[in-house]
């Protein structure tokens, strides 16, 4: 202790007053608090060293029914009242003006109180045993019914893209906090050790509008952030060594550079140095690993036409079978953008397009897994960030923003398969039955993962954070 002691004579004793132990010891206690913290530190780092890797498998709170999550999110936010909420009021009454009462308190993104109601465009039929009730857009998504839970009562609280992409992914309309795929490997680690743990495809007319604050890890050490990949080539760029480097002078080159890294780990315990270190060993890993899960050579000719992938073309079909082959190795929640839903006007050429890109993957999806018994395990998510308004815009044939009601559908991984949960009113435009927001949502994909959404949690600023914040309810009706 760094006491000044030698201020008084030993031969000259004083009694320890409690003013002079603050005035002279000040140093002495700032090292025994430099101590503790240090302590701290190294025991961290010493943690750290001793597994080195903060993506190790993890148990859940409880036994759960997932163990990976897919995640087809349709950025924009598709039309249920075009796919999944038929609704005859609503093609009787087009050209009217929506009720009054209606629009009391509604706040539109474009749209004015004068816009008139806008009928459905295009037929609906039941199918399967379950007679779930679809668009004839959907006749691939019709074949496995009886294989998927339709949510037909989805709300959320943002009604422009960004705010609302965002919200659906981390349980706020704010930056910074993490994603539910970066929540869901912090709690459960990942079971691959060549490829990342969670991965990000894009398609579609372009990224979404939330941008990667969607795949984010927000105040979680980035190891946890998704990882972009490209569906053809190299997956990341860059990925390849470049002329001259062979794998001896890599594997020197990143043993040196881990060597200087654990050394400061060890000093300072910052979990971003141990990110830092899975990064460089991750990438030298996917240098043998990446190629083999781009290679679809040994895929069957009819496993990628049921898919409709065509090898070396971008797509999103192409995007729904790696991520098959992704979760095949381990990787805990990949997730597939496709931005191209936002119909404001051209509404019937774009859906049928949109729907000519996508049905057919995603039901082909459900499918495979179902045959290489991974859908039991495999938890799969169809959705927007909100629904489509029952008022026109743009002429007679586009819809705006709306947050009251949508529609998604999920498979898999402890849903109940061949049900479908909640109604709406006759315009498609308030819940009336079974409402799902998107903490309930989010609260009951990480009840499936073995976690009580109240007690997954990180201390930042002071304070435990969830995804779902103070809110979320679990969806029981939704649970096999």
């Not at 529609?407 to 849903?415: E, L, P």
Request: charged share 20%; hydrophobic share 35%; aromatic share 8%.
């Amino acid at each position: 202790m760094n006491c000044q002691t030698n201020l008084y004579p030993k031969e000259h004793p004083v009694a320890v007053s409690r003013r002079w132990f603050f005035k002279q010891c000040g140093v002495g206690l700032g090292a025994i608090a430099l101590h503790n913290l240090l302590g701290d530190y190294a025991s961290a780092a010493q943690t750290s060293s001793a597994s080195n890797n903060p993506l190790a498998p993890k148990q859940p709170h409880f036994p759960a029914k997932a163990k990976n999550v897919i995640y087809l999110f349709m950025a924009g936010a598709p039309s249920h009242l075009e796919l999944f909420d038929y609704k005859p009021q609503l093609a009787k009454f087009n050209g009217t003006l929506p009720p009054a009462e209606l629009l009391k308190g509604y706040r539109a993104a474009f749209i004015n109180p004068s816009s008139k109601l806008l009928g459905p465009k295009f037929s609906f039929a039941r199918h399967g045993q379950s007679g779930a009730e679809l668009s004839e857009l959907l006749p691939h998504l019709a074949e496995v019914a009886d294989d998927i839970a339709i949510v037909k009562s989805m709300s959320t609280d943002a009604f422009n893209h960004a705010p609302a992409q965002i919200m659906m992914h981390t349980g706020s309309q704010q930056f910074g906090r993490p994603s539910v795929g970066a929540w869901s490997l912090y709690g459960l680690g990942s079971e691959s050790k060549d490829l990342p743990g969670f991965v990000v495809f894009s398609s579609g007319a372009k990224g979404p509008s939330g941008g990667a604050s969607n795949w984010g890890s927000g105040f979680l050490p980035t190891v946890y952030n998704g990882v972009m990949f490209r569906s053809q080539g190299d997956p990341i760029l860059y990925l390849s060594n470049p002329k001259g480097v062979d794998d001896q002078i890599q594997r020197d080159t990143l043993d040196s550079v881990r060597n200087l890294n654990q050394k400061h780990l060890d000093v300072v315990g910052d979990p971003e140095i141990s990110t830092r270190i899975n990064s460089y060993e991750m990438a030298y890993r996917m240098q043998t690993s990446a190629p083999d899960l781009m290679d679809l050579s040994k895929e069957p000719k009819h496993v990628l036409e049921m898919y409709g992938v065509e090898p070396g073309k971008p797509s999103f079909a192409m995007n729904c079978l790696l991520a098959r082959r992704l979760i095949e190795r381990g990787v805990r929640f990949v997730e597939l953008f496709h931005e191209s839903w936002d119909q404001h006007g051209n509404l019937k050429a774009d859906l049928t397009k949109n729907c000519k890109h996508t049905d057919q993957a995603s039901a082909a999806l459900v499918k495979d897994l179902k045959q290489r018994g991974l859908l039991d395990d495999t938890l799969v998510i169809w959705g927007g960030e909100f629904g489509r308004t029952p008022m026109v815009q743009g002429g007679d044939d586009g819809r705006d923003h709306h947050p009251n009601c949508f529609t998604m559908w999920m498979a898999g991984g402890g849903i109940k398969p061949g049900i479908t949960l909640g109604e709406s009113d006759d315009f498609g435009f308030n819940v009336t039955k079974d409402k799902v927001h998107v903490h309930d949502l989010n609260a009951t994909i990480l009840h499936l993962l073995g976690f009580d959404h109240t007690k997954l949690t990180y201390r930042f600023q002071g304070r435990d954070f969830r995804l779902t914040d103070v809110h979320g309810e679990l969806v029981t009706k939704l649970l096999a």
